[in-house]
T-cell receptor
């Protein structure tokens, strides 16, 4: 158990819908990252927050948005869903900024768009 | 931009040694990380190399050559539980990780 929690574990929805994925980082970690992992693919970095502020953006679609709240939990919002958005979405957290810091991953949310 | 290359699959027998290579191209470089992911599970951190050379942690070692834009993960005394996907990831100019596509390691009895 990494200490990072994600809800829900599974999500099944239809094309065109909007969903919200939630992540609670490890206690004391200020940095939160969101990744997308499609079938048999690597992890695609989406976005990073540090202490409530957006710090870096990766290949995140305009239909996707995220935020980090004062209690440091984060939410990833996916809208106008398409079939291709079906994937595992991971949240990770680390104490500090910087890719060299060990990132602790949550169990992921498996999103299925029908 | 950044790109990483690693073999898609590697197979070895229990007790053997296996090396998973990773080459990268990046506009900025701070270090190379390795993560392990079992089927359906969360990735877990294995190592991070910022400087050239070999870092050893138990049965696993990681090597980096910055001049060659190359690194590898060495797994010794392979066990069945080591069957998993292994990802190298570059810590680049934006100080966030860019992951390779992963190497599926299968350990045979």
């Amino acid at each position: 158990d990494s200490g990072v929690t994600q809800t829900p574990k599974h999500l099944i929805t239809a094309t065109g819908q909007r969903v919200t994925l939630r992540c609670s980082p490890r206690s004391g970690d200020l940095s939160v990252y969101w990744y997308q992992q499609s079938l048999d693919q690597g992890l695609q970095f989406l976005i990073q927050y540090y202490n409530g502020e957006e710090r870096a953006k990766g290949n995140i679609l305009e239909r996707f948005s995220a935020q980090q709240f004062p209690d440091l939990h984060s939410e990833l919002n996916l809208s106008s869903l398409e079939l291709g958005d079906s994937a595992l979405y991971f949240c990770a957290s680390s104490v500090e900024l910087g890719g060299g810091n060990e990132q602790f991953f949550g169990p992921g949310t498996r999103l299925t768009v029908l | 931009g950044q790109s990483l290359e690693q073999p898609s699959e590697v197979t070895a027998v229990e007790g053997a040694i296996v090396q998973i290579n990773c080459t990268y191209q990046t506009s900025g470089f701070y270090g190379l990380s390795w993560y392990q992911q079992h089927d359906g599970g969360a990735p877990t951190f294995l190592s991070y190399n910022a400087l050239d050379g070999l870092e050893e942690t138990g049965r696993f070692s990681s090597f980096l050559s910055r001049s060659d834009s190359y690194g590898y993960l060495l797994l010794q005394e392979l066990q069945m539980k080591d069957s998993a996907s292994y990802f190298c990831a570059v810590d680049g100019s934006a100080r966030q990780l860019t992951f390779g596509s992963g190497t599926q390691l299968t350990v045979l009895p």
